[in-house]
């Protein structure tokens, strides 16, 4: 998150001298995005960060995707989505590009070993259950309805604190941020964005270990997962000041932007990424102009595939869909509401549904994981009626 925040013990000084109570020298580590240009962090280790005992290839991460086939709308039903492992094992990738990756995840325990994605950023938008991240900047406890954003690079555990949780995954390997349009020059939220840095949460209560032992770390890097063991607890770092951090944004924290008539998609936006953003689409009042019309107009995504998960309540426009499916509205075709849908809306006063949305502007692929999950008849159900 582009704000500073510090946490734990640091110098006074940058890059001067820092010792131990033993008298001995903490290891200063620099992690930076975009090498020294970007967001980052200082970071002041008991270990000296390098020091890795055994190194080993595990598997490649590299998503299978299906033919697309004749265009058309998708639905995919995800409340049976296999549940099982821990969070990263658990997760599998239904749809994806060049720029981002969609994932369900259903874990049923937590994590033993820990694990750094080198090569995207991941927001973990826990749906269900709860449970801690512990990081190397600090703990981020999260509920239902939290958006976790972890940079490339943060080392994390996760921790459940129910039997189950269920998490859609968004990772890219652009940087993921609260959109551009919403900040000032000095990266401050402005007064029109539907959140502020109030509603951010930080990382706490820093865990500092410095017992040797044998740790696993897996590092996802060069599309594959690569096993490290370190001699040393990999949280150990004593303090850290700076802008690179993981963070929770919670979605019943963004106050909705509503109108006298139908509000777009960007007025939803919660984070922008490279080619995507996401959206939160939460409960609400409609529109209130007398003549309005709260479900949506037909809308063409030319540049643009649009994909919805279906977190809570009935979503005003869509017909045939269930809490926990995914729609795939792709480039090319036109979408909007199913017949009956925009009658239905009108002069309905407010809306309980809660989704999350990613608009991507190039096409997605859908995984092979996918297919087995798809509503074949989704395509079918904007037929009904006469058509007008
Ligand atoms: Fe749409």
Redesign the pocket.
């Given at each position: 998150m582009p704000f500073y925040h510090k946490l734990g013990e640091i110098p006074h000084k940058r890059h001067t001298q820092f010792r131990k109570p033993d008298g001995s020298l903490y290891r200063e580590e620099v992690m930076g995005l975009e090498g020294f240009s970007g967001i980052q962090s200082l970071l002041y280790h008991h270990f000296l960060p390098p020091r890795v005992l055994k190194v080993e290839e595990l598997n490649g991460a590299v998503t299978e995707y299906a033919d697309f086939g004749a265009l058309r709308h998708r639905a995919f039903k995800t409340v049976d989505f296999p549940a099982g492992g821990d969070p990263v094992s658990a997760r599998r990738v239904l749809l994806g590009n060049n720029d981002v990756t969609l994932g369900i995840s259903r874990p049923t325990r937590s994590m033993e070993y820990f694990y750094r994605n080198a090569q995207a950023y991941e927001v973990w938008f826990t749906h269900e259950g709860s449970g801690v991240l512990r990081t190397q900047f600090g703990k981020l406890p999260f509920l239902p309805g939290d958006y976790i954003v972890i940079p490339y690079g943060t080392t994390w555990q996760m921790k459940l604190n129910t039997p189950e949780a269920r998490f859609f995954v968004i990772e890219s390997p652009s940087q993921i941020e609260p959109p551009k349009r919403y900040r000032n020059q000095y990266g401050q939220l402005l007064e029109h964005s539907p959140y502020s840095e109030r509603d951010i949460r930080l990382p706490g209560e820093l865990e500092v270990f410095t017992e040797r032992g044998e740790f696993e770390v897996r590092v996802k890097v060069r599309n594959g997962i690569t096993r490290h063991i370190l001699d040393h607890h990999p949280l150990d770092v004593v303090g850290w000041d700076g802008y690179l951090y993981p963070w929770v944004f919670s979605i019943h924290d963004f106050e909705p932007i509503t109108g006298r008539v139908h509000q777009p998609?960007p007025s939803h936006q919660t984070f922008q990424g490279w080619n995507f953003v996401v959206c939160s689409f939460v409960p609400r009042l409609f529109d209130y102009h007398p003549q309005a019309i709260p479900a949506?107009y037909n809308?063409s995504?030319v540049n643009s595939d649009?994909v919805i998960y279906y977190c809570d309540g009935n979503f005003m426009s869509r017909k045939g869909i269930d809490k926990y499916d995914i729609t795939l509205?792709p480039s090319g075709l036109p979408?909007g509401p199913q017949p009956g849908a925009t009658e239905a809306s009108i002069g309905a006063t407010k809306t309980e549904e809660l989704a999350v949305m990613v608009d991507t502007f190039h096409p997605l692929n859908v995984a092979v994981n996918a297919l087995e999950l798809e509503k074949p008849e989704y395509m079918n159900s904007w037929l009904d009626g006469t058509g007008e």
């Open positions: 998609p949506p809308h995504n649009e509205h979408h």
